[in-house]
């Protein structure tokens, strides 16, 4: 097939490069030309595991294409995936300008019949519109057909996703759509769920709202478990088990960031408000959200009084590990906070560096040696629970630190552990540990 995605960001690349790997014939197309000229070059903008080989051998091969031309885009495309941006807007809403110029576009370069498939995650009502525009639009003689196609991946897995997701949704009411669509997915092996279009839009904003209800719950039980003396650890693993909860999405922590749950979650409120019905349940996720975020600084107020000219290690910045996305990442709460309270931060992360640099600027210090964040540090905060950070020699935090006082914001590690070194460690939800400690190395 001739299919053209619209988009190059993690999802509109992560779909290009997987649908070339499956034999079709794909062009991606963007409005950057930086980024464009970046993926020409077989060299991925995003990290993403296992992405940056698939992009290299589908352009080797001739499969993959990429151009900022959208008449070369979309003239010959019998299948056009949007993915673009839907970013939130001040009020919460979801920002549709960069959907519907696509829709412009193609109407404008349309030269066959063609299916639209929307990956972007859009409000309700949204993929009825963008077939008003193409069919304002378009020559009187070609027919387009919208179909919303939601998208479920998760970043730093996203190839794996692609090929292993839970399932795909086609939402259309037009079965010779459905069937070419559902060819294009037939040999993952995936569940496919076909529905109509409103129904489609809704289980995407369903399925983002119910998992970041599932982490703020967690996190209300933690804070709970805090204030009585239990352990968070142990009441999932209690719930965990039972099938109807189930283990998954149950981690206490600082809460959820990234480019998605916190918009979806908002524009899902929206919606519902749009419709005059309040969605108090998911206001009070987003709040228990905002309010999580902040927690280490409290703890650490709470633990060692005035932050001022204190060394704060800050220990990760992408908003998840396995991603070099800052997007609404906890640490970037952190920061604003510790700043506001005059600490002095060094950040480390292994890779979401640039990207924190871009928000942050020089208001802090980075680097990629755990040990230099740690140096002379009066905390440490740990803001993601990358690899590095776990495997960390809970020796390092005694060895480097001016007091080994962690607030662990991920719980990355166990608290068996911990109780044999001698530290402060604060973490979510868990039993804090107070271990004398006497240092005996200077660095
Ligand atoms: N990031 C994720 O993990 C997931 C994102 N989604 C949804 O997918 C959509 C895209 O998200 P991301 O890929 O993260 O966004 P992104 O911001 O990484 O990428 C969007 C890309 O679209 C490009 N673009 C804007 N206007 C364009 C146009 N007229 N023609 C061609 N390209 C254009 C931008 O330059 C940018 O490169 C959003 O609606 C998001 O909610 C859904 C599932 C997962
Ligand atoms: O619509 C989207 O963009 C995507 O949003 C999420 O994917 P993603 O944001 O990449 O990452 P997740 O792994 O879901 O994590 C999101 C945030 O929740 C936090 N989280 C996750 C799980 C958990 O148990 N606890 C927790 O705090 C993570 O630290 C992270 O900050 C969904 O998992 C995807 O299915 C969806 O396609």
Same mark, same amino acid.
């Given at each position: ?33 930086? @980024? ?35 008449? /070369? ?131 995407? /904003? ?231 400690? @006497? ?5």
């Amino acid at each position: 097939m001739n299919i053209t995605v619209a988009g190059s960001g993690y999802v509109g690349l992560v779909t290009g490069v997987c649908l070339a790997e499956l034999g079709h014939r794909v062009i991606c197309s963007d409005i950057q030309e930086e @980024k464009i000229a970046m993926l020409q070059s077989g060299r991925s903008p995003i990290y993403e595991p296992g992405l940056e080989d698939l992009l290299e051998k589908n352009l080797q091969c001739g499969n993959l294409h990429f151009t900022t031309n959208p008449q /070369y885009a979309y003239e010959d495309a019998e299948i056009i995936f949007i993915a673009v941006g839907t970013p939130e807007q001040q009020d919460g809403t979801a920002n549709l300008t960069y959907v519907c110029e696509v829709a412009h576009s193609i109407a404008h370069f349309m030269k066959h019949d063609v299916i639209i498939c929307t990956k972007s995650t859009v409000p309700v009502g949204t993929n009825d519109q963008i077939a008003e525009i193409i069919q304002r639009q378009k020559p009187v003689n070609l027919h387009a057909e919208v179909v919303a196609n939601p998208e479920f991946l998760r970043e730093g897995s996203a190839v794996v996703d692609f090929f292993y997701g839970d399932r795909i949704v086609i939402g259309t009411n037009c079965s010779k759509a459905a069937t070419t669509i559902e060819q294009i997915y037939l040999p993952l092996g995936i569940p496919i769920i076909k529905t109509d279009i409103k129904s489609a839009e809704m289980i995407k /904003y369903a399925a983002n709202a119910f998992l970041a209800t599932k982490i703020s719950f967690i996190n209300e039980i933690a804070t709970i478990c805090e204030k009585v003396g239990a352990n968070i650890d142990e009441v999932t693993k209690g719930i965990g088990k039972d099938e109807r909860i189930g283990p998954y999405f149950l981690q206490a922590g600082i809460g959820y960031g990234g480019s998605c749950f916190p918009k979806d979650t908002k524009a899902l409120v929206q919606l519902a408000g749009n419709m005059q019905h309040s969605f108090d349940l998911l206001q009070a996720v987003i709040e228990v959200n905002t309010r999580q975020a902040s927690l280490p600084v409290v703890k650490a107020k709470e633990l060692i009084g005035s932050l001022k000219g204190k060394k704060v290690a800050l220990l990760g910045l992408s908003f998840k590990p396995n991603t070099d996305d800052v997007r609404e990442a906890a640490s970037l709460v952190i920061v604003k906070e510790l700043l506001k309270e005059g600490a002095i931060i060094t950040a480390y992360d292994p890779i979401a560096i640039p990207n924190a640099q871009h928000v942050l600027g020089n208001t802090i210090e980075y680097t990629q040696d755990i040990r230099l964040a740690l140096l002379h540090a009066d905390v440490a905060i740990i803001a993601t629970e990358w690899e590095e950070i776990k495997q960390l020699s809970l020796d390092s935090y005694e060895l480097y630190m001016k007091n080994p006082i962690v607030i662990d914001g991920r719980n990355c590690y166990s608290l068996k552990e911990i109780r044999k070194h001698p530290m402060t460690y604060i973490s979510i939800g868990r039993p804090i540990v107070i271990n004398e400690y @006497k240092k005996s190395t200077t660095y």
